[in-house]
């Protein structure tokens, strides 16, 4: 069965319509989403009726979840405080314009999703906040997998897709303690296990303005990157219309993220 | 005697300048007319050219204590600078780029030297000017600005260039041309400044057309620390300063 | 030589015979850690704190992080990363929380919100839980992926730890994992990643079992003056005490 994973649309309606159109000329079965619906994009409303109107199973992403619980995001979760600044822009923005329902739904989101030996994150296991990003320590990424007690880890967050592969993984152990008999080492294995990076729907950070998800057949277990060009013009026209910052619509048509990413890409705020 | 450059914009009048004051042991000054507000290339080479005297506007009667290189900025009317000229044994130099046709230039210098290749502009060039005195800038706030600027997100730039106070306590130099890929960011060899707000200048310069000006002032202030936050900042500069130096 | 403790949990009579067993010490302790959970829900443990605040004449002065049962404590006077102390109530229920509210004045929290998460001495990283939270509960059944991603965060070598009260070290010795990455523009090509040797050590616990404490020695390697390398050494030890209940009965 082919099943279809997207993350990030970032109230992006027309990017969203595209890719539910190229899932749909994939044959894809099922539809999953990785949260952060809403945020930055002119659309929130819009895009998470669609996603409602599909019933397609969704975890909370950190926009979500803000929009719910009120701006969490401590500084350290902002690069810079140009990035900052524009972020509660945005946020403002956006709160002002959801109505009750929409809360309500983005309220009751899960932050994981399991079927089978899939499991579904916005940032990582740990939490919607975590950056999972392609050059993270590969015993790290593991651990994040494992953690999730799934093969496959699907995750967005980082608006850069990517398919990660960590094979023949093992560590060897010994453990000592006192009155106790003297342990031989032990060896632990894992078998394959994929981190499955999505991507973003409507504010990819690519380099190029099209919408990026993945298509993925659990029979032959492949892994398609998809990349949609789409009409961003009608998104870039919209918020300006929307009196959002037009900085957000210029980045929008370079493919670049509207606020950059934090350094530590696996700090994770404690407040 | 009096060293006058002038060429229009981005042609590399302070370059010139920097590359003949390398080559003498003389005492050598620098003048520049109406940039004393923001004056980013005479503070570019101080940090260069310690020894450097600088000249300021109402000191022109010195001029001529120093082998003074006077750069004339390429908004300032050549007619208007004349008095000046005459006043002192000056050198004419323009520097004129192999596609550019300046007659004007041409039959003003004494001098004629080959720049840098520039877009010519199809539109009336605009300049937008900042001053940032006292104002400490966020690095990566700082750096995500100047890629939108001179990527266009702001209007077309053919020229930018600003010296600005960053929370490191470092003053940091930025400079760019159209159209020439290598980006210049860097540090000036000028001491750091950790306690409250700098009282040294800094600012930039923005050359180009259709420039959204209220746009590029507000995004800059959005990069600025906020004042009640400029000492925890410091304080931090400081702390890790000195552990560097145990370390050392 | 540091003497790192944890989990005095209110018991004032286990501290006092483990203050002793660190002074009869024929190498000169110079550091002494407690790792958190000095109290408890336990109607001494505000005697405990004055006895860490006021060291006698010639005993160390206690470098002390919060552990678990700070953190309910915190909690419960709304102060902490929690609106509400609902690990202290799903655990141990209203009573003990009760119990604990009763057992800590509002003085004494304020001194132990002055207290430092953990600390970072040489490549040892000293904490209650791990570097996740206080709760994190590190054993010797711990998955070693689990113990790796502990000890990276911080990029430590030795993650001295209190939470499950056990005495155990847990060497993890090597390791390798093949990876590789696919992106939109490229394919790189597979790499071998080794995993480093590292160590994480259960610290033990000082309260929690009537007439039995442990606790842990840790000298780190060192440079002598000559030139010879001091070896490290690591020794986990149990002080009796009291009247041994729990034993024969």
Redesign the interface.
């Known amino acids: 069965m082919k099943i279809a994973v997207m993350s990030c649309i970032h109230g992006n309606y027309a990017a969203l319509d595209a890719v539910l159109l190229d899932i749909d000329r994939q044959k894809a079965e099922k539809i999953y989403c990785l949260g952060d619906l809403v945020g930055y994009g002119p659309y929130p409303n819009a895009v998470v009726e669609q996603i409602r109107s599909l019933d397609i199973p969704t975890v909370q992403g950190c926009w979500d979840e803000d929009i719910v619980e009120g701006l969490n995001a401590c500084d350290c979760s902002y ?5 900052e ?2 972020g509660k822009i945005a946020h403002e923005w956006t709160n002002k314009q959801v109505n009750p329902e929409v809360r309500e739904y983005l309220a009751q989101l899960p932050h994981t999703y399991k079927e089978d030996n899939l499991c579904f994150v916005h940032g990582s296991p ?1 939490s919607n906040h975590e950056y999972l990003l ?1 050059e993270m ?7 994040r997998v ?2 999730s007690d799934a093969d496959l880890l699907f995750c967005g967050h980082t608006h ?19 009155n106790q008999n003297k342990q031989p ?1 032990v060896s ?1 294995n ?1 078998p394959l296990k994929r981190i499955i990076n999505v ?1 973003s729907v409507g504010e990819p950070r ?1 380099g190029r303005p099209n919408a ?1 998800y993945v298509i993925y057949d659990t029979e032959t277990q492949a ?1 398609n ?1 998809q ?1 949609v060009e789409y009409d961003y013009q009608t998104t870039c026209a919209a918020i300006l219309d929307a009196g959002l910052p ?2 957000f619509a ?2 929008l048509a ?1 493919g670049l993220e509207f606020a ?1 990413k934090a ?1 530590d890409p ?1 700090h994770v705020c ?2 | 005697m009096i060293i006058a450059v002038a060429s229009p914009t981005g042609a590399g009048k302070t370059h010139w300048i920097h590359q003949q004051i390398t080559q003498t042991n003389k005492p050598v000054g620098y003048f520049s007319p109406q940039t004393d507000s923001v004056p980013i290339d005479a503070i570019y080479l101080q940090s260069e050219y310690p020894q450097l005297k600088l000249y300021r506007a109402g000191e022109e009667a010195a001029l001529n204590n120093t082998i003074t290189y006077l750069e004339i900025p390429w908004y300032l009317d050549l007619a208007g600078i004349e008095p000046l000229l005459q006043t002192f044994n000056s050198h004419r130099v323009a520097i004129i780029p192999d596609d550019t046709d300046s007659t004007e230039l041409k039959t003003w210098a004494d001098e004629i030297i080959p720049g840098d290749c520039i877009t010519k502009p199809t539109t009336a060039l605009q300049i937008h000017r900042g001053v940032l005195t006292g104002e400490i800038l966020d690095f990566d706030s700082l750096a995500t600005f100047w890629l939108e600027l001179t990527q266009g997100a702001y209007g077309k730039v053919v020229r930018a260039k600003g010296i600005f106070d960053l929370v490191d306590g470092q003053i940091y130099y930025g400079d760019f041309r159209f159209g020439k890929s290598e980006l210049e960011f860097k540090p000036l060899n000028l001491p750091r400044w950790l306690n409250g707000k700098p009282d040294r200048k800094s600012g930039f310069e923005i050359v180009g057309s259709n420039l959204d000006q209220a746009e590029i002032a507000q995004t800059v202030r959005d990069c600025c620390v906020p004042e009640s936050a400029i000492n925890y900042y410091q304080q931090q500069v400081k702390e890790s300063l000195a552990t560097e130096l145990e370390v050392v | 030589m540091w003497a790192i403790l944890s989990g005095i949990e209110g018991n004032i009579a286990a501290y006092e015979a483990v203050l002793a067993d660190i002074n009869r010490q024929r190498v000169k302790v110079e550091a002494l850690y407690i790792l958190g959970d000095i109290i408890a829900a336990n109607p001494d443990s505000e005697k405990v704190i004055r006895r860490i605040q006021n060291p006698l004449p010639g005993e160390l002065e206690p470098q002390v992080c919060v552990g678990w049962w700070e953190e309910q404590c915190f909690a419960l006077h709304g102060l902490g990363s929690t609106a509400e102390p609902t690990e202290l109530i799903d655990r141990f229920g209203k009573e003990t929380a009760k119990l604990l509210w009763d057992s800590v004045s509002r003085e004494i929290v304020q001194w132990l919100r002055n207290c430092h998460f953990g600390f970072f001495e040489l490549d040892c990283l000293l904490i209650h839980g791990s570097t996740v939270s206080v709760s994190d509960e590190l054993t010797p059944e711990t998955p070693p992926w689990q113990m790796l991603d502990r000890l990276q965060r911080v990029q430590a070598n030795h993650l001295f730890c209190g939470r499950s009260g056990q005495v155990f070290k847990y060497q993890l010795q090597g390791g390798s994992v093949n990876s590789s990455v696919m992106t939109l523009d490229r394919q790189q090509p597979l790499q071998t990643i080794t995993a480093p040797k590292r160590r994480v050590i259960g610290v033990g616990n000082i309260g929690r079992e009537s007439g039995k404490a442990t606790y842990t020695l840790y000298s780190p390697k060192s440079e002598l003056a000559k030139g010879e390398a001091l070896r490290e050494r690591l020794e986990f030890k149990t002080v009796y005490y009291g009247s041994k209940k729990g034993f024969g009965n």
Request: glycine residues 4%.
């Open positions: 690069p810079s405080l140009l990035a600044k524009r740990n392609p320590d590969a015993f790290t990424a593991l651990e494992l953690s850069v897709p990517y398919v990660r592969t960590l094979d023949s993984g093992q560590l060897q152990v010994k453990v000592h303690q006192p080492t632990f894992t991507g690519h990026t892994v990157l990349e037009p900085i210029w980045r370079r950059e350094d696996t404690e407040r």
